[in-house]
Nanobody, 123 residues
Framework: QVKLVESGGGLVQPGGSLRLSCATS????????IGWFRQAPGKDREGVACISSADGASYYADSAKDRFTISKDKSNNTLYLQMNSLQLEDTAVYYCAADWWASLRTPSEWDYWGQGTQVTVSL
């Protein structure tokens, strides 16, 4: 049974950093495409970053490039999202997701989701 549990969210000032973690179980990290999404109040869920199962490459939304880094640790089955230079518009609930083959552009295609962790960027 696939299970995803996020942690690491919180309140941070603009320019600050946070590292999100997603503890996974029920599958091998290399066998699934795994990624991070976010949803701000009143907005659609959007892709942030993912690691492809096909080639192991990392892909980022334009909003995340040069500020966020996605990584995984197979020794403890955990996915990470290091977020630097956080901005007010990064405020959202962040979700970890997994699927055999899916795109950041189509959240509806992803089969497995965590419960989310709140990230609030505020003065």
């Amino acid at each position: 049974q696939v299970k995803l549990v996020e942690s690491g969210g919180g309140l941070v000032q603009p320019g600050g950093s946070l590292r999100l973690s997603c503890a996974t179980s029920g599958f091998a990290l290399d066998d699934y495409t795994i990624g991070w999404f976010r949803q701000a109040p009143g907005k659609d869920r959007e892709g942030v970053a993912c690691i492809s199962s096909a080639d192991g490459a990392s892909y980022y939304a334009d909003s995340a490039k040069d500020r966020f880094t996605i990584s995984k640790d197979k020794s403890n089955n955990t996915l990470y999202l290091q977020m630097n230079s956080l901005q007010l518009e990064d405020t959202a609930v962040y979700y970890c997701a997994a699927d055999w083959w899916a795109s950041l552009r189509t959240p509806s295609e992803w089969d497995y989701w965590g419960q989310g962790t709140q990230v609030t960027v505020s003065l």
